[in-house]
Nanobody
Framework: QVQLVESGGGLVQPGGSLRLSCAAS????????MSWYRQAPGKERELVAA????????TSADSVKGRFTISRDNGKNSLYLQMNSLKSEDTAVYYC?????????WGQGTQVTVSS
């Protein structure tokens, strides 16, 4: 079955960096559009960044532009989110999403806490 397993979250100080990973299995990863979402307490889940089937097409939310970079390695069935210059408002649970028309699949999430 489809599995998406996020890792790499944790506690980091403002200005610090983290790299999130999402290991995918159970489907043809190279055919899926992938994205990262996040959900902060009391807020709706929001799109952070998305990437097409190759690394050539990416998009990101205005709030993370210039700080976060999404990438993928189709050979390793993995999705990544490099997060730099982290701010307290980046604190949230981060989710990996795979879109294989017409269905979406979600991981269980990884907590990112930015605090001094």
């Amino acid at each position: 079955q489809v599995q998406l397993v996020e890792s790499g979250g944790g506690l980091v100080q403002p200005g610090g960096s983290l790299r999130l990973s999402c290991a995918a299995s159970g489907f043809t990863f190279s055919r899926a559009a992938m994205s990262w979402y996040r959900q902060a307490p009391g807020k709706e889940r929001e799109l952070v960044a998305a990437i097409g089937t190759t690394n050539s097409t990416t998009t990101s939310a205005d709030s993370v532009k210039g700080r976060f970079t999404i990438s993928r390695d189709n050979g390793k069935n993995s999705l990544y989110l490099q997060m730099n210059s982290l701010k307290s408002e980046d604190t949230a649970v981060y989710y990996c999403r795979a879109f294989l028309a017409p269905r979406s699949y979600w991981g269980q999430g990884t907590q990112v806490t930015v605090s001094s």
